[in-house]
Structures are given as C-alpha cells and as structure tokens.
C-alpha cells in the first residue's frame, strides 16, 4: 500500500495525511455537478416533476435503506483524488457514472413514493424485507431481468431489480420496449412507465431523507480511507496459473525483435478486462480487479512476452481465461478446484 502512494504525484501525497472533512470538498462547482443536473434533465424529460434527489458527497455510491437521499463517492468531486481513485481502483467514467446515479436515483424514489410497500410493487418485484446478501449467485441471461449495471445486478433483491428496471426505463434512447420484447422484464418496465405516468405531477410522500455519514463528518485521513478500504478486499487467493499463462504467450527466449513484456499489454488494458469481466460473469468487481492483477502480476514474475503482431490474439485469449476462472467461481465458489 505504501508503495502505492510513494508512485503518487507529489500534489497528490500532499493530502494523503488530510482528514478528508478537511478537504473542502463540495458537489456544488465540483465535477460531479453537471451529471447531478443532467439526471434531473432526464428526470423531467420522463414527466418526474414533483421530485429531485437530494445528492450528498460520501464514502460510496449508495442510497441509504428507505431514504430518499443519494451518496456519491468523495473522490470524484476533486481532480487530486480521482487521480488517486485512479491509481488505487477503477475510477469511473462518464458512462459509469449516469449508470450509478440513475439507479441510485431508481432507489431514491421507490422510498419517495414508498412503492415498496404497495401490493403491486411486491407481486411484481417481490418482498423488500427479503434478506439482503453481498454474495448472491445470478442466473446468467436471466430475462426476468433487466440488465443495466455490471454483475447481473437486478438479481440481487428485490429493491435492486426495480432500481436497474428503473435505471433502464430513465436511460435516454434505451429503447427498453423493443430491447426487452417477449421478456418477463419487460412487466416490470411497463410497470415503472405505467406508474411514473400516473405520479410524475403528484409530490413524493416523502420528499426528504436522511443521510449515511457526510464528507464533513469523515475524520479519517485519506491515506487511512484506502488502507481501509483495500484490506477489506476479497482475494482470489494462490492460483496455480504458472503453465496456462506460458501457454498463453509463447516466444522463444532468443527472440528479440517484435516483442515487449506481456505485462505491459495487460497493464494497458487492465480497466476494459475488469469492466467486461465483471459484466458478463456477475463475480463482484474488487474480487474481479484482484483476479486480473493476480495474472498480471504472475506475468510479470514469470518475464512472459508478447508478440506486438499478435495482441488482440493474447487478449482475446486472456479474456476468455480469466472468463472460464470467473465461471468456475461463480459455479463452485472458488476460482481452481484443488
């Protein structure tokens, strides 16, 4: 972990030390702002007229159970620390980031309008009391569901399959009817349409909430964010992946020409292997990013090569590797039977 932040750039280790209260950090001039507004756009656009999600500035995407607030993660509103998300995790994306906040938006206004308690919601969606569990085993291409986020993320409960049936329903051009013909989702679709159309002018029962802990309340200092939040990722453990990957890339040790460290091109490519990854196999995405590191790492360590000629081949291959290890976890609970 220090190792990592000693890579940082210096403006950046400057506030490694700096409770982040003390950051100064605010969604109003941020980056962030112009997305906030571009959910309420899209919200008004869909005749939602009564109701804004409050956002805040938090520890994680999130909506607190049964409020009808919206928490997005610190880091994004400062240049400084995105680059340190960045370097730590993933960071997101424009892309990413309407994704999140309009499902989040999707939980903000079940508990707005407390849909979740109405004979329909539960016949349609299910119980919202049902246990909530972070490990759940998806049913690949499901079309019970919508798919919006990564991991097959409406599987989850009932209170997410209406936050991503909502997503689907608010994302511009989505063309949900045509996309989800002949689906069980689409019930659900037309569900959200039909009752939006119904309160879009009616006021919310419940037009404010309460927040999980605010970027003012947080007295951890920014190094000890990441400490934290990195010990408490899952690993995929010692995999005995030494004879696969010198499969993979093949080259001779006298050959000097036309090559570069295999380590390299997987580096370079790492983010787009954990996004697809986590999208397709529904294995959480920290678990998803340490097992794509893992490989990366033993590449290293194993002085691998690459043919330059031959790239879109290696990650073609790695794609569909690191895919049947994924699989393989999501079926039996671990990466390599032993």
Known sequence: MRAAFEKAPPEVQ???GKPIRDLG?????SPLERFVQQLYRELDRKGLKKFRPPCYLTDEWGCPSGEPVIGIPFYLAD???ARLEKEM???EDARQIMMYLRHEAGHAINYAYALHKTAEWKQIFGPYRKPYRDVYRPI???RSF?????????QKHPDEDFAETFAVWLTPNSRWRQKYKGWKALDKLLYVDRTFRKLGKTDPVRPR????ITVEEMDTTVAEFYEA???EQPSPGDLPLDTDLEDIFKIGPRRKKGVRPAADLLRENRKSLVDKLTYWSGVQRPLVKKLIESIETRVAELNLRADVKCEKEYLTEITVYATALAMNYVARGKFVQT
Not at 25 to 29: A, I, N, P, Q, R
Not at 209 to 212: A, L, S
Request: aromatic fraction near 10%.
């Open 14 to 16: 400057e506030i490694l």
């Open 25 to 29: 950090l605010k969604l109003e001039g």
């Open 79 to 81: 240049p400084k620390l």
């Open 89 to 91: 995790n993933d960071l």
């Open 140 to 142: 690949p291409f499901s």
């Open 146 to 154: 919508v798919r919006h986020m990564e991991g097959w993320y409406a």
């Open 209 to 212: 909430g309460r927040t999980d």
């Open 229 to 231: 939040a990195l010990s």
